[in-house]
């Protein structure tokens, strides 16, 4: 169901913006996938059919992922090399699979916070201005 009606859509705020991003939906309308895969994206919303062709997040979520799963993972490495001192071939047991719990599960949320945030703010590509007028 498209919705082609020329009325004006209530402003939303953004914290329902943020709340709808977090739920992977359609930065519009709330209700529609985001994704067609893991982090591929769906052309289009199949409820309000916004072209999510706008999209453009970039390495922004990557960024943000590696930066907070870093500091909780090298936070904890540290506490228990202090404090057990355990062997090397534990340390890859107990952190290799924190990494990917740390990465993979927050990254989908991660960019469809960062859609719906870009949505929000109507953000777009820099233009340089003339002001040769």
């Given amino acids: 169901m498209n919705n082609t009606s020329d009325a004006p859509e209530p402003e939303t705020t953004v914290l329902q913006s943020a709340l709808r991003g977090l739920a992977c939906k359609c930065p519009r309308c709330g209700q529609g996938k985001l994704y067609a895969g893991f982090l591929t994206l769906a052309p289009s919303c199949e409820r309000c059919g916004l072209d999510y062709a706008f999209i453009d997040s970039g390495d922004g979520p990557a960024i943000f992922i590696i930066m907070l799963a870093g500091a909780i993972v090298v936070g904890c490495a540290l506490v228990v090399e202090v404090k057990y001192q355990p062997?090397?071939?534990?340390?890859?047991?107990?952190?290799?699979?924190?990494?990917?719990?740390?990465?993979?599960?927050?990254?989908?949320?991660?960019?469809?916070?960062?859609i719906a945030l870009q949505f929000h703010h109507k953000a777009a590509p820099g233009r340089l201005v003339d002001r040769a007028k």
Avoid at 89 to 109: D, F, G, M, N, S
């Fill in 87 to 114: 062997p090397y071939w534990l340390h890859a047991v107990l952190w290799l699979p924190l990494i990917l719990a740390t990465t993979l599960l927050p990254l989908r949320a991660m960019k469809s916070l960062l």
